[in-house]
C-alpha cells in the first residue's frame, strides 16, 4: 500500500449499487489491493430510494452523514435519522433499508471488503 490522495477538485461521479445515489470512489479499493473500499455518496436529486429490505455480504461497513440527512431501518434498532456528522456502523447481515433521504445528502461510505454482493431480503418481523 501507498499514501493514496483524492482531490474533491474535478473529481467524478459515477453510478453505482443504487441509481438514486452517485459514488466517487477515493481510491482505497486500489491503494489496499481490494480488502476495503472508501466512496462519497451523493443523492441524484428528484431520485428517491424504493425503500427495500437487504443485506451485504462484509465484514466491516461505517457510513458517516457530511452533509444533508438520510433515514434507515434496521431489524435491530429499528428506524434511525441521520443527520451531518452522524454515522452508524452496520453489523455484517444486518437486513436493512434506507427509507427516505434528502437531495442534498453525501455520506462517507468504507466497507472491507471493497467487493461484496447484496441479497434482497425479508422484512423482519417487526418492521412493516
Known sequence: ???TVSKAHGATYDA???GFFAYRDLGAKEATGGTHAA????????????????????????????QGWVRFEYEDIGEVLLE???????????RHREVEHSDDLEMLEVTSPAAFSTAEAEAPSRAA
Open 39 to 66: 466512496h462519497i455518496i451523493r443523492a441524484v436529486p428528484g431520485e428517491g430510494p424504493k425503500p427495500q429490505w437487504h443485506t451485504h455480504a462484509l465484514g466491516f461497513q461505517l457510513v458517516l452523514v457530511l
Open 1 to 3: 500500500m501507498r499514501t
Open 84 to 94: 451531518r456528522g452522524d454515522s452508524v456502523l452496520q453489523p455484517p447481515g444486518v
Open 16 to 18: 453505482g449499487l443504487r
